[in-house]
């Protein structure tokens, strides 16, 4: 089993940044693809960023790209999402997922094995 921990989101004007970081623990032994999507209200999980396991690769949702950096740590277990000049459209819960079965990237909920509880970010105008 493999438990992801996500950190508070919280609440940011728009143009405002903020980072979330998502840390795996458990069953961390093995190569494995991270991801971020979000649910906006109303909304489908969408994929937002994923990385691979190497952190060599990334990818974004086209919305984000230019403003949204995800990078994984040394230690491959934790990995940050860096978000910048937030807009409205931004809003939702965010949820760290992984994937145990691929080295990444992933991009869609099906690919992923494990998810974080999610955390909310609220952009204000």
């Known amino acids: 089993q493999v438990q992801l921990l996500e950190s508070w989101g919280g609440g940011v004007q728009v143009g405002g940044s903020l980072r979330l970081s998502c840390t795996a623990s458990g069953r961390t032994d093995r190569r494995y693809a991270l991801g971020w999507f979000l649910q906006a209200p109303g909304k489908e999980r969408d994929s937002v960023a994923a990385i691979s396991w190497s952190g060599g690769t990334t990818d974004y949702a086209d919305s984000v790209k230019g403003r949204f950096t995800f990078s994984r740590a040394n230690n491959r277990n934790t990995v940050f999402l860096q978000m910048n000049s937030l807009k409205p459209e931004d809003t939702g819960v965010y949820y760290c997922?992984?994937?145990?079965?691929?080295?990444?990237?992933?991009?869609?909920?099906?690919?992923?094995?494990?998810w974080g509880q999610g955390t909310q970010v609220t952009v204000s105008s």
């Open positions: 997922a992984l994937g145990a079965t691929h080295v990444g990237p992933l991009y869609y909920p099906d690919e992923y094995d494990y």
